[in-house]
């Protein structure tokens, strides 16, 4: 599965974003997707995950009510909404895939990834 993520830029805060991520290579609908991220200085972060065929949504906390994750199988893609942005949540933001029904937080359970958008949040 070959993952390319788009979307990131400079935004300020309180503001909105959004983030997509289409698959290539296999079908799109048994992996469950999630979104990672890494700011400068500190460890990859889980941020959200969906599951393919029931699109079941998994937030880490401090993105829940703020970001949505969904996914659109016809079209291979997965979408990040972000909005209520903070200067915190800047960062590197990877979409990533496993096969399977069960998402982890852990990115070391995801054999797939893309190759990362950079989201700025100014105060």
């Known amino acids: 599965v070959q993952l390319q993520a788009s979307g990131g830029g400079l935004v300020q805060a309180g503001g909105s974003l959004k983030l997509s991520c289409t698959a290539s290579?296999?079908?799109?609908?048994?992996?469950?997707m999630g979104w990672f991220r890494q700011a400068p200085g500190k460890q990859r972060e889980f941020v959200a995950a969906i599951r393919g065929r029931t699109g079941t949504a998994f937030y880490e906390d401090s993105v829940k009510g703020r970001f949505t994750i969904s996914r659109d199988n016809a079209k291979n893609t997965v979408t990040l909404q972000m909005n209520s942005l903070n200067p915190e949540d800047t960062a590197v933001y990877y979409c990533?895939?496993?096969?399977?029904?069960?998402?982890?937080?852990?990115?070391?359970?995801?054999?797939?990834w893309g190759q990362g958008t950079q989201v700025t949040v100014s105060s």
């Open positions: 990533a895939a496993r096969e399977g029904n069960y998402y982890y937080t852990e990115g070391g359970y995801y054999p797939y």
């Open positions: 290579g296999r079908t799109f609908s048994p992996y469950v």
